[in-house]
Nanobody, 119 residues
């Protein structure tokens, strides 16, 4: 079992920055990649970014490429999402996810953290 807890959400002005953090605990040795997703009310959850636990290879959604940066600290079992140049459309709930089974998709999720962007 893996537990994921997000932190760092809040209110920021458009054009500003915010850093989200996800702390993993439990069977973290089984994690092979971590990701961030987001979801607006009434819409499907969408992929934001992911990082391989070993090696650090990253991948981003086109909508955030160049503005968001995902990073991990294996020693602390944390994955961060640095969000810069925030837009109104980035103001949704962000979820951290962990994948422990190659080929079956993300199987662990955090509770979510709200990001609000004011104009």
């Amino acid at each position: 079992q893996v537990q994921l807890v997000e932190s760092g959400g809040g209110l920021v002005q458009a054009g500003g920055s915010l850093r989200l953090s996800c702390a993993a605990s439990g069977d973290t040795f089984s994690i092979y990649r971590m990701g961030w997703f987001r979801q607006a009310p009434g819409k499907d959850r969408e992929f934001v970014a992911q990082i391989w636990w070993n090696g650090g290879k990253t991948f981003y959604a086109d909508s955030v490429k160049g503005r968001f940066t995902i990073s991990r600290d294996n020693g602390k079992n944390t994955v961060d999402l640095q969000m810069n140049s925030l837009k109104r459309e980035d103001a949704v709930v962000y979820y951290c996810a962990g994948d422990t089974n190659i080929g079956s998709g993300y199987d662990y999720w955090g509770q979510g953290t709200q990001v609000t962007v004011s104009s």
